[in-house]
């Protein structure tokens, strides 16, 4: 059985079966619209890799029958429906940072990046970066809804940071500086996404840019970053 499908970009939809399976028989059904297309099949994921980029904004169904598992039986016909959503900049943005978590007041002791997605659609991140300085650390899953937020922060800190809210997975999260520092963000393709050149004056309250307090976008619409757009929370 297929246990799950997306798209990973714009050329590839990994299908993820339930156990291996024997793909000599099957039939791929593959819209002309879409062109040619490899198959490339590790573990029990398929990656079906199009010659041409999936239009965005568009219904395609992919179908596949005659799959079988390594005993023989006979998967179930599927139809695959799939919609790729290009992202350009400002469809997410930066909306809370937690640079400086102790002494604690209430929130996770933990460092974290909370992003916004402004769109009406959801939007997949696998294979996206987030910069931090000079220094690049790739996101490998994460998914925002339409409207949605996503947290970005360490391997150790994801069960903490997960409470409250979708988190990416991410192999390594750089350590935020407190006085501030330039994050980005960049999308399969490498085009920017976001970015935020956040500082300690940007909490509007000396008190709170001791420690403790994240900062957060005042307005997600407004993309000059300003330091009067951020306060903290």
Same mark, same amino acid.
């Given at each position: 059985?297929? =246990?799950?499908?997306?798209?990973? *970009?714009?050329?590839?939809?990994? @299908? &993820? $079966?339930?156990?291996?399976? #024997?793909?000599? !028989?099957?039939?791929?059904?593959?819209?002309?619209?879409?062109?040619?297309?490899?198959?490339?099949?590790?573990?029990?994921?398929?990656?079906?890799? =199009?010659?041409?980029?999936?239009? *965005?904004?568009?219904?395609?169904? @992919? &179908? $596949?029958?005659?799959?079988? #598992?390594?005993? !023989?039986?006979?998967?179930?016909?599927?139809?695959?429906?799939?919609?790729?959503?290009?992202?350009?900049?400002?469809?997410?943005?930066?909306?809370?940072?937690?640079?400086?978590?102790?002494?604690?007041?209430?929130?996770?002791?933990?460092?974290?990046?909370?992003?916004?997605?402004?769109?009406?659609?959801?939007?997949?991140?696998?294979?996206?970066?987030?910069?931090?300085?000079?220094?690049?650390?790739?996101?490998?899953?994460?998914?925002?809804?339409?409207?949605?937020?996503?947290?970005?922060?360490?391997?150790?800190?994801?069960?903490?940071?997960?409470?409250?809210?979708?988190?990416?997975?991410?192999?390594?999260?750089?350590?935020?500086?407190?006085?501030?520092?330039?994050?980005?963000?960049?999308?399969?393709?490498?085009?920017?996404?976001?970015?935020?050149?956040?500082?300690?004056?940007?909490?509007?309250?000396?008190?709170?840019?001791?420690?403790?307090?994240?900062?957060?976008?005042?307005?997600?619409?407004?993309?000059?970053?300003?330091?009067?757009?951020?306060?903290?929370?």
């Amino acid at each position: 059985a297929i =246990l799950s499908y997306g798209l990973s *970009g714009d050329r590839k939809l990994a @299908v &993820t $079966f339930s156990e291996p399976v #024997d793909l000599s !028989g099957a039939a791929i059904t593959v819209p002309a619209e879409l062109g040619r297309y490899t198959l490339n099949m590790s573990g029990n994921t398929l990656e079906l890799l =199009l010659a041409t980029p999936v239009p *965005g904004h568009k219904t395609f169904v @992919v &179908t $596949f029958d005659g799959i079988t #598992d390594r005993e !023989g039986n006979r998967m179930v016909k599927r139809d695959l429906s799939f919609v790729f959503y290009p992202t350009a900049f400002g469809d997410l943005v930066f909306n809370e940072i937690m640079c400086d978590p102790s002494p604690s007041v209430g929130l996770p002791e933990v460092e974290y990046v909370e992003l916004y997605n402004r769109r009406d659609f959801p939007v997949d991140l696998s294979g996206w970066m987030f910069h931090y300085g000079s220094k690049s650390y790739p996101i490998s899953e994460g998914k925002i809804a339409p409207k949605g937020y996503l947290l970005l922060c360490t391997p150790g800190a994801s069960a903490t940071v997960s409470r409250f809210g979708a988190t990416a997975k991410m192999n390594s999260f750089p350590a935020l500086s407190a006085t501030g520092q330039l994050l980005y963000l960049t999308n399969e393709k490498d085009s920017l996404i976001a970015f935020v050149n956040y500082n300690s004056d940007r909490y509007q309250d000396k008190s709170k840019a001791a420690g403790g307090w994240s900062l957060e976008c005042i307005d997600s619409d407004n993309l000059d970053d300003s330091d009067q757009n951020w306060v903290a929370s």
